[in-house]
C-alpha cells in the first residue's frame, strides 16, 4: 500500500520544465517550480555538470512536501548509496554537521566493495587521528575515500542538507562550510529549507553568504489540484467504505478547494492533509449523518479547512488560536475585531487591507460561514486537541438534512456518471420540484438548474422544447418573485469568468435585475424594524450596521423622537462604533452614499433634536451624540468650526 501511494505522489510530482545548463558558470537565479516543472531533471543536471564549485537549493514553505519530495523522488535518482543525508534540526556548529556527516560515512558502503562500511574497524589508525586532528579529519578522510570510490563508477559526492532553517547556529558559518564542500572538496550540495524562515532570523547574514554558497534556488510551489490528490494519498483512511465517501466528496467538489488554496495562497500539503484526516475521523464517529448528506459535508469540511489554514499560517499565536477556536464568538464581524483587523479608520474612512489581512478576513468569513447545518464546537474540539470528543459534537450535524435529487442534479459529472434509470428518476424529481411543487425558491439554485437543464436539451441529454422550456422556466421566475416566494439575495454573480448561462442569457439578466429590486424592497420592509430591533437588543449593533450600511435608516421613522431616544440609549462604545459606521458610509461605495443623500433631508429632524438636548453638554457621550448631529448636518466627518460656533449661539 505504502509503495502505491509513493509511486502515486511521485506522479503528481512529475515535471517537464529543463534546467539550463550552467558549464560550471556560477549564476545567482530562482525559479518557480511546481508539480508540472522538473525538480529532478533540474538536480540530475547539476549532479552531471562538471566543476559546479556551489550548492542548489529547494525553498519552500513549511508543510510543502520538500523532505518528501527528497526522500522518495530525488533520492531514488541520486542513487541511496551515493547521497549523505543531513537535517540540520538542532545543529549549532561545523563540529554537528561533521558528526551527521561521518555517522552516514560510516553507515554506507554496503556494497561488494564495502570501502566505507565500518570505517572506524577498516581503519584502525583512525581513531588516534581522531584524537589529535578532530573529527574533522576524519570526514574529510572518509569524504576523499568515498569520492575516490565513486569516481571509479563515474558517480559524484552528493549530500544534502536538510531543515535549513532549523540550524540553530551562525548561519553565515553554516553555508560557509557548505561552499567549501561544494568549491573545494567538489561535491555537490543540495540545500532545503524554508527562506522566508531563515531571512527572519538572519536576513542580512543570509542574503549575503547565500550569494556566494548558493547558485541556483527552485521554490517550490504546488498548484491546488496537486496539492489535494497528495494530501488525499497521504491519508491513511481506516476502510474502503470510509475512503470512498470522502475522495467522492472532495474530488466532485474540488473546485471549491482549489478556490479556496487559491485565495488563501495555500500549496500546503500538511495541512491539507490534516484537514482530511480529521473529516475521516468525524465520518468515522458519524456515518449516519454523512452518508445522506455530501451537500453539508462538503460545507462542513471547507469550514474546517479554512480554520486549520487561518490557525496554522497566519493567526498561530496561542493568543489568536484561542480567539479563533472558542464557539461563543459565532459571527466573522466579531471575530474579525477580536483578531485586530480594522475596517475603517478612527475617523471612520474605509481601511486600506494588507494582503496578509485580506487573506486572514477572507478565511474567517469562510470558516465562520454558518447556516443552521454547518456548527462549530465539535470543529473546533478536533482542531484544539487533535482528537475526537464525543460530547462536542453532539449537536454538530442535528440540522444536516438529505441532499435533494436536484443538488444530485447540478453535479454535472456524478449525474452523467449514472445509467439511465438512475439518471431518469433523478431529473423527473427536479423537474417535478421546480415546476410542480415549485419549492426551490433560492435565485441563483433556479438559475444553475436552468443553465443545467438548458445545457442539457441542446447536448441531446433530455427530449424538451428548447423555446417552450426557456418560457416555462421565465414563467416561474416571474410566479415566484410575484408570489414573494423567491429568497432575496444581496447581488448574484454567477458567472465567474464561464460560459454558463450562454444558451438563456435573457432568463440570467431578468433575475440579476429582478433580484436587485426584490431585495431592496424586502429590506425595507425589514428595514423599518431597524431602530425597535437595536432598542430591543443594543448588542445587535454590529449586525444592523453590516446589513443596512446601503439604506436610509435614519428617513424610516414616524417620530424623530424616537430614534434620538434609541441612539442616547447606546452605551459610549456603541456609540462610537455607531459614528465611525456612519463616516465609513460618506467613503464608501457609492450605493452607501446615495443612501445617505436620500435619507439627508428627513434625517435633520434627527439632528435638531440632539443639537437641542447636547449642545452644552460635555463628556464622553455626549462628544459622541455631537458627532452623530453633526455627520447627519454635513455628511462629513471633520469637526468643522464654524458648525460648531453656529450651534453655540442658538
Known amino acids: 500500500m505504502f509503495q502505491e501511494?509513493?509511486?502515486?505522489?511521485k506522479k503528481l510530482?512529475?515535471?517537464?520544465?529543463?534546467?539550463?545548463?550552467?558549464?560550471?558558470?556560477?549564476?545567482?537565479?530562482?525559479?518557480?517550480?511546481?508539480?508540472?516543472?522538473?525538480?529532478?531533471?533540474?538536480?540530475?543536471?547539476?549532479?552531471?555538470?562538471?566543476?559546479?564549485?556551489?550548492?542548489?537549493?529547494?525553498?519552500?514553505?513549511?508543510?510543502?512536501?520538500?523532505?518528501?519530495?527528497?526522500?522518495?523522488?530525488?533520492?531514488?535518482e541520486v542513487g541511496e548509496s551515493e547521497a549523505i543525508y543531513v537535517s540540520m534540526f538542532g545543529l549549532k556548529d561545523i563540529n554537528d554537521i561533521e558528526n551527521e556527516i561521518f555517522k552516514s560515512l560510516s553507515m554506507m558502503g554496503a556494497d561488494d566493495d564495502g570501502v566505507?562500511?565500518?570505517?572506524?574497524?577498516?581503519?584502525p589508525n583512525m581513531a588516534e587521528d581522531i584524537r589529535f586532528g578532530g573529527l574533522g579529519f576524519a570526514v574529510q578522510f572518509g569524504l576523499k575515500k568515498w569520492k575516490e570510490t565513486r569516481i571509479k563508477k563515474s558517480k559524484r559526492l552528493f549530500i544534502c542538507f536538510d531543515d535549513l532553517e532549523r540550524w540553530a547556529g551562525d548561519i553565515e558559518i553554516c553555508l560557509s562550510y557548505i561552499n567549501k564542500l561544494a568549491e573545494h572538496n567538489g561535491a555537490k550540495c543540495l540545500v532545503i529549507g524554508n527562506a522566508k524562515d531563515i531571512e527572519k532570523k538572519n536576513k542580512n547574514k543570509f542574503q549575503d553568504t547565500k550569494e556566494k554558497t548558493i547558485g541556483f534556488k527552485y521554490k517550490?510551489?504546488?498548484?491546488?489540484?496537486?496539492?489535494?490528490?497528495?494530501?488525499?494519498?497521504?491519508?491513511?483512511?481506516?476502510?474502503?467504505?470510509?475512503?470512498?465517501?470522502?475522495?467522492?466528496?472532495?474530488?466532485?467538489?474540488?473546485?471549491?478547494?482549489?478556490?479556496?488554496?487559491?485565495?488563501?495562497?495555500?500549496?500546503?500539503?500538511?495541512?491539507?492533509?490534516?484537514?482530511?484526516?480529521?473529516?475521516?475521523?468525524?465520518?468515522?464517529?458519524?456515518?449516519?449523518?454523512?452518508?445522506?448528506?455530501?451537500?453539508?459535508?462538503?460545507?462542513?469540511?471547507?469550514?474546517?479547512?479554512?480554520?486549520?489554514?487561518?490557525?496554522?499560517?497566519?493567526?498561530?499565536?496561542?493568543?489568536?488560536?484561542?480567539?479563533?477556536?472558542?464557539?461563543?464568538?459565532?459571527?466573522s464581524y466579531q471575530l474579525t475585531e477580536k483578531l485586530g483587523i480594522k475596517r475603517h479608520e478612527d475617523n471612520g474612512q474605509l481601511k486600506k487591507l494588507t494582503d496578509e489581512d485580506r487573506i486572514i478576513k477572507h478565511l474567517i468569513n469562510t470558516a465562520f460561514y454558518q447556516t443552521n447545518e454547518i456548527k462549530l464546537q465539535g470543529k473546533f474540539s478536533i482542531i484544539n486537541y487533535g482528537f475526537y470528543r464525543a460530547e462536542d459534537f453532539e449537536d454538530e450535524?442535528?440540522?444536516?438534512?438529505?441532499?435533494?435529487?436536484?443538488e444530485y442534479y447540478?453535479?454535472?459529472?456524478?449525474?452523467?456518471?449514472?445509467?439511465?434509470e438512475e439518471s431518469n428518476r433523478i431529473f423527473s424529481n427536479t423537474c417535478s420540484?421546480?415546476?410542480?411543487?415549485?419549492?426551490?425558491?433560492?435565485?441563483?439554485?433556479?438559475?444553475?438548474?436552468?443553465?443545467?437543464?438548458?445545457?442539457?436539451?441542446?447536448?441531446?441529454?433530455?427530449?424538451?422544447?428548447?423555446?417552450?422550456?426557456?418560457?416555462?422556466?421565465?414563467q416561474l421566475f416571474e410566479e415566484l418573485y410575484e408570489q414573494k416566494r423567491m429568497e432575496p439575495l444581496r447581488s448574484i454573480d454567477l458567472r465567474g469568468g464561464t460560459r454558463r448561462f450562454e444558451y438563456c442569457e435573457e432568463i440570467y439578466t431578468y433575475v440579476v435585475e429582478k433580484n436587485k429590486e426584490y431585495y431592496e424592497s424586502s429590506e425595507k420592509i425589514d428595514l423599518s424594524k431597524f431602530w425597535v430591533k437595536l432598542k430591543e437588543n443594543p448588542d445587535s449593533l454590529n449586525e444592523l450596521m453590516d446589513k443596512y450600511k446601503s439604506f436610509e435608516i435614519f428617513a424610516l421613522y414616524d417620530t424623530p423622537e424616537e430614534i434620538a431616544e434609541v441612539i442616547e440609549s447606546l452605551r459610549n462604545d456603541q456609540l462610537f462604533k455607531l459614528t465611525r459606521w456612519m463616516g465609513s458610509r460618506i467613503n464608501e461605495e457609492q450605493s452607501c452614499l446615495?443612501?445617505?443623500?436620500?435619507?439627508?433631508?428627513?434625517?435633520?429632524?434627527?439632528?435638531?433634536?440632539?443639537?437641542?438636548?447636547?449642545?452644552?453638554?460635555?463628556?464622553?457621550?455626549?462628544?459622541?451624540?455631537?458627532?452623530?448631529?453633526?455627520?447627519?448636518?454635513?455628511?462629513?466627518?471633520?469637526?468643522?468650526?464654524?458648525?460648531i460656533d453656529k450651534n453655540k449661539k442658538t
Open 5 to 9: 501511494i509513493i509511486h502515486k505522489i
Open 116 to 123: 566505507l562500511k565500518g570505517l572506524l574497524n577498516s581503519n
Open 594 to 643: 446615495e443612501a445617505v443623500d436620500k435619507e439627508h433631508d428627513r434625517a435633520q429632524a434627527i439632528a435638531e433634536i440632539l443639537e437641542k438636548k447636547y449642545n452644552n453638554q460635555y463628556g464622553v457621550k455626549a462628544g459622541h451624540i455631537k458627532q452623530i448631529a453633526r455627520v447627519i448636518r454635513n455628511k462629513r466627518t471633520d469637526y468643522d468650526p464654524e458648525y
Open 220 to 331: 517550490l510551489a504546488y498548484s491546488p489540484e496537486t496539492v489535494l490528490k497528495a494530501a488525499i494519498s497521504l491519508v491513511n483512511f481506516p476502510s474502503p467504505e470510509c475512503q470512498i465517501y470522502i475522495e467522492n466528496i472532495l474530488t466532485k467538489n474540488s473546485s471549491r478547494i482549489f478556490d479556496l488554496l487559491t485565495s488563501a495562497n495555500c500549496s500546503n500539503i500538511r495541512t491539507v492533509s490534516t484537514a482530511i484526516h480529521y473529516l475521516t475521523i468525524i465520518y468515522s464517529n458519524n456515518k449516519e449523518k454523512f452518508a445522506p448528506s455530501p451537500a453539508s459535508a462538503i460545507s462542513y469540511f471547507i469550514s474546517l479547512l479554512s480554520t486549520l489554514i487561518l490557525v496554522e499560517h497566519h493567526k498561530n499565536s496561542n493568543e489568536d488560536r484561542k480567539k479563533i477556536l472558542d464557539p461563543s464568538v459565532n459571527n
Open 433 to 474: 420540484a421546480m415546476f410542480e411543487k415549485k419549492n426551490i425558491t433560492h435565485p441563483s439554485i433556479l438559475l444553475l438548474l436552468t443553465n443545467r437543464l438548458i445545457n442539457d436539451i441542446k447536448r441531446g441529454v433530455v427530449d424538451l422544447d428548447f423555446e417552450k422550456t426557456k418560457s416555462d422556466i421565465r
Open 410 to 420: 447540478m453535479d454535472t459529472f456524478k449525474f452523467w456518471y449514472l445509467d439511465d
Open 13 to 76: 510530482l512529475g515535471a517537464t520544465k529543463k534546467h539550463p545548463s550552467t558549464s560550471g558558470i556560477k549564476t545567482h537565479s530562482e525559479t518557480i517550480m511546481d508539480a508540472k516543472s522538473n525538480i529532478v531533471k533540474a538536480v540530475k543536471t547539476y549532479i552531471e555538470t562538471p566543476d559546479t564549485k556551489y550548492a542548489i537549493m529547494i525553498d519552500g514553505d513549511w508543510g510543502c512536501g520538500k523532505t518528501f519530495l527528497w526522500k522518495n523522488i530525488l533520492l531514488p
Open 397 to 406: 450535524f442535528t440540522e444536516w438534512k438529505e441532499t435533494e435529487d436536484y
